[in-house]
């Protein structure tokens, strides 16, 4: 082709390969847009295929504990959060009342060193103690709320494991194989779990179609 003036003018070559009389490929195929819509193809083509769910979760326990009881059979359809199972919490409800001994022991020291400051205060005013004897009833006082928070914290973790007991579906599907039966010890660091939940709802399927079906499809 040609420059002429600033338009480019297509060469006699190239008209008559792009769709005039000498083209060997009878012209381009039109390219069309239509408005899509929902409904039955009407072709059917067998082949192999492979159904994937969308989401699989294998279901572990987050706490060490003897499985007391499974609220589920296998090949069940269940909701995310229905109860799965059930692991022995006892060890965990006697560390929190253990734990609660604790806090409330060191809650009642604390109140204690926040009465002594208190006295340690005006006695310092009238030089009736050292200084030394009145920083170091304060820093007595510090060191007691870090000890209770410390035990709080302590029964905030025991809270959590005994919730851990309780294991819920995480998800809505359907529960495959069970993979650990009732009275046997489970422990965080299993790496089998305990049971497989596989999303069915919605599914994938993937399968190859071959290449000369598709004109028909």
């Known amino acids: 082709s040609a420059a002429v003036g600033g338009t480019t003018t297509p060469s006699p ?13 009878g012209g381009a195929t039109p390219v069309v847009a239509v408005k899509a819509t929902s409904g039955s193809i009407g072709e059917f083509v067998t082949g192999l295929g492979t159904v994937t769910p969308t989401q699989t979760v294998t279901v572990k326990s987050r706490v060490d504990g003897q499985l007391l009881q499974l609220h589920y059979k296998e090949g069940d359809m269940v909701q995310k959060g229905a109860p799965l199972v059930e692991l022995d919490a006892r060890p965990y409800e006697a560390l929190i009342e253990q734990y609660t001994g604790n806090l409330m022991r060191d809650q009642a020291l604390l109140a204690n060193a926040k009465v002594d400051v208190t006295r340690y205060e005006g006695l310092l005013k009238q030089n009736a103690i050292p200084e030394q004897q009145y920083a170091t009833q304060k820093a007595l006082v510090s060191q007691y709320e870090g000890v209770v928070q410390f035990d709080q914290g302590q029964i905030d973790t025991a809270k959590v494991n005994v919730a851990y007991c309780h294991i819920a579906a995480p998800i809505t599907g359907r529960i495959g194989l069970r993979l650990v039966d009732t009275g046997n010890i489970v422990h965080a660091t299993d790496s089998t779990g305990l049971l497989v939940i596989a999303q069915v709802q919605p599914i994938s399927v993937i399968f190859p179609m071959a290449e000369d079906l598709l004109p028909q499809v």
């Open 13 to 25: 070559a190239a008209t008559k390969g792009a769709g005039g009389k000498g083209g060997r490929g």
